[in-house]
């Protein structure tokens, strides 16, 4: 079956460092490929998406490229800030009809100014 | 724009007491519906989906149960609460297709069994 692995946390970084947060997937097709935060005490937003190979999803900063020949969509931003300390979780949804999503175990990110 | 909306968004309740969570969406029809349970530092743990009235998938058997009595509605109910049953409730949404199938989730509802 689809199954989605993330590095595991917690990962701890200074305002201002690179990150990145590693995302490997197992699925037959063509999945999309997407990254949700979790803000503490708040339900998951969705951060980014990928549809197809070679796309490169961004919003507020992050951005991740679908890697068909790797199989990974890693998240990476370039200058992290406190207010990005969250829980980020990579998911799947699968290229067959009716399936469901699979999430990743989820990656816990501190930042410290 | 579509919303989703859960409540209540805290809950503590005694072991042996009965649950109904109600998750309910606006601004759309015809939703998939989802909910999930999230432990204390753990990932998401897939509890039931809908993909129509009446229609309830359960993913893992316990003493949960999910009702859908409307279209945008999506209830979550146990006759008698675990210790176990402690956790972060997220009722998600899910509409499109093809590249446009996405998954939204609602604000949450922590519940503590004492």
């Known amino acids: 079956g689809n199954s989605v692995t993330q590095m595991e946390g917690p990962v701890t970084l200074s305002e201002e460092a690179f990150l990145t947060i590693n995302c490997t997937y197992t699925?037959?097709?063509?999945?999309?490929l997407f990254w949700y935060v979790q803000y503490p005490g708040e339900g998951l937003q969705l951060l980014l998406k990928?549809?197809?190979?070679?796309d490169k999803g961004s919003n507020k900063g992050f951005e991740a490229t679908y890697r068909k020949e790797t199989t990974s969509f890693h998240l990476e931003k370039g200058s992290v800030q406190v207010s990005d300390s969250a829980v980020y979780f990579c998911a799947l949804k699968g290229s067959s009809y009716g399936q469901n999503f699979v999430f990743g175990p989820g990656t816990r990110l501190s930042v410290l100014p | 724009s579509q919303t989703i909306h859960q409540w209540p968004a805290t809950l503590v309740q005694p072991v042996g007491s009965p649950l109904s969570l109600e998750c309910t969406v606006e601004?759309?029809?015809?939703?998939?519906l989802y909910w999930y349970r999230q432990a204390a530092g753990r990932g998401l743990q897939l509890l039931f989906y809908s993909v129509g009235i009446g229609q309830i998938s359960s993913e893992v058997p316990q003493n949960l149960s999910a009702s859908r009595p409307q279209d945008r509605q999506f209830i979550l109910s146990s006759k008698k609460l675990l210790l176990s049953d402690s956790g972060f409730y997220l009722c998600a949404w899910r509409v499109g297709a093809g590249v446009l199938d996405t998954q939204y989730f609602g604000p949450g509802t922590r519940l503590t069994v004492l």
């Open positions: 601004g759309t029809s015809n939703p998939n």
């Open positions: 990928a549809t197809k190979a070679d």
């Open positions: 699925a037959t097709g063509y999945p999309s």
